[in-house]
Each structure stands twice: as structure tokens, then as C-alpha cells.
T-cell receptor, first 115, second 112 residues
Framework: DVKVTQSSRYLVKRTGEKVFLECVQD?????MFWYRQDPGLGLRLIYF???????EKGDIPEGYSVSREKKERFSLILESASTNQTSMYLC??????????????FGEGSRLTVL | RKEVEQDPGPFNVPEGATVAFNCTYS??????FFWYRQDCRKEPKLLMS???SGNEDGRFTAQLNRASQYISLLIRDSKLSDSATYLC?????????????FGDGTTLTVKP
């Protein structure tokens, strides 16, 4: 089975802190994604990566950056956390096969609270 | 207008009921379609893919109407364990990794 592991299930941070959210997948998938999910707004794409060191902005990249130094690992960085970044963050991966139209495999999510 | 629209519900139904969810999408170039299930405070998980010919998996039937840009999910003989949020997902290849657009979800509560 595909396993997508997010390093922290629950985090509490203070405004202005730097936050790292780590995601690792074990199925050699080329594509990896970071979403945030908020009530009434659904899942929104922050950033994605289709290869090592490659990244592209999603729909809401402001206030975030990402890093993909190894194929299996995709990190989301909040350089200076703000209260409006309190959310559930979901990492997902997908193989390149199918041209990127296949199933997304999600991690369990990281619930971040910024005080 | 959102790219993918779902009736948010909530749908409250008794056990054994049949319930149908609808989803519309705006981009006619969309290429693949899915229903995901998300339990409270959990991650979304694939329920089933949706094909033009329609597909069935036990009590669940999914249909796609490309002409009307409409997707449906039918659940027969509802169980308590079907209580969840159901997300409609539409994919297209317009980026290097494909783009998945999610509906906001339809919440189902099945009651004894």
C-alpha cells in the first residue's frame, strides 16, 4: 500500500515563528502536493512538485514556500506564521503515469494552530 | 462560479435509504473524475473513479455525463458507517503534475 507520512499531526505555533511541515511518500511517486483545508473553502492547492528540485505555485502560494531535495520528501515552510494560516494541511502524492490524472494519495494531515 | 460545485447538504437519512449526490464542473477539458470519502478529522480517501459508462462497486454507483458536465454518486441501502463527507474531484492535465480540483464536499449522516 502507498504510504504518505506527515511528520506532525498537531502543531501549535506562535505568530512570526518559522514552521516546517514534512511529508514523505514510499511509492516513488513523481508528483507531490500540499493542500490546506478550511471549513467552507474545501481543499486548496498551495504548491506542488513534479520532480526533485522542481516546484510550481498552486492557487494560494502566498506566505508559503516548499522544498523537494529528494524524490520521496516534500516540505512545506511557513517563513513567518500568521493566525490566518491556522488550518489543516494535507500532503498528497500521485504517480506520473496517466499524465497526472490518477488517484491522489493523502497523508493523515497536520493540524496547525497559530496563536 | 466555482470550478467544481457540490450541494453541501447536510443529508440526514435513515439506515437503508438510498441517497444521491450531484456534482457539476465548469471546465469541459476535464479528463478524469473521482469520488473521495473523508471522515471527520481524517484525510480524504478514494471511494471510486467515475467513468462515462458508469461504474458500480457494491452499494455505490457513480455516473458521468460529459455533455452536461455532471457527476453523480448513488448510495443504496445506507449504513451507519457511510456517514462521512463525500468529495467530488475533477482532474485535468494543464500543469506538469496534473491539476485536481475538489468540490467543497457533501456531508452525509445516516441515522439508526
Amino acid at each position: 500500500d502507498v504510504k504518505v507520512t506527515q511528520s506532525s499531526r498537531y502543531l501549535v505555533k506562535r505568530t512570526g515563528e518559522k514552521v516546517f511541515l514534512e511529508c514523505v511518500q514510499d511509492m516513488d511517486h513523481e508528483n507531490m502536493f500540499w493542500y490546506r483545508q478550511d471549513p467552507g473553502l474545501g481543499l486548496r492547492l498551495i504548491y506542488f512538485s513534479y520532480d526533485v528540485k522542481m516546484k510550481e505555485k498552486g492557487d494560494i502560494p502566498e506566505g508559503y514556500s516548499v522544498s523537494r531535495e529528494k524524490k520521496e520528501r516534500f516540505s512545506l515552510i511557513l517563513e513567518s506564521a500568521s493566525t490566518n494560516q491556522t488550518s489543516m494541511y494535507l500532503c498528497a502524492s500521485r504517480p506520473l503515469a496517466g499524465g497526472g490524472t490518477g488517484e491522489l494519495f493523502f497523508g493523515e494531515g497536520s493540524r496547525l494552530t497559530v496563536l | 462560479r466555482k470550478e467544481v460545485e457540490q450541494d453541501p447538504g447536510p443529508f440526514n437519512v435513515p439506515e437503508g435509504a438510498t441517497v444521491a449526490f450531484n456534482c457539476t464542473y465548469s471546465n469541459s477539458a476535464s479528463q478524469s473524475f473521482f469520488w473521495y470519502r473523508q471522515d471527520c478529522r481524517k484525510e480524504p480517501k478514494l471511494l471510486m473513479s467515475v467513468y462515462s459508462s458508469g461504474n458500480e462497486d457494491g452499494r455505490f454507483t457513480a455516473q458521468l455525463n460529459r455533455a452536461s458536465q455532471y457527476i453523480s454518486l448513488l448510495i443504496r441501502d445506507s449504513k451507519l458507517s457511510d456517514s462521512a463527507t463525500y468529495l467530488c474531484v475533477v482532474n485535468m492535465v494543464n500543469t506538469n503534475a496534473g491539476k485536481s480540483t475538489f468540490g467543497d464536499g457533501t456531508t452525509l449522516t445516516v441515522k439508526p
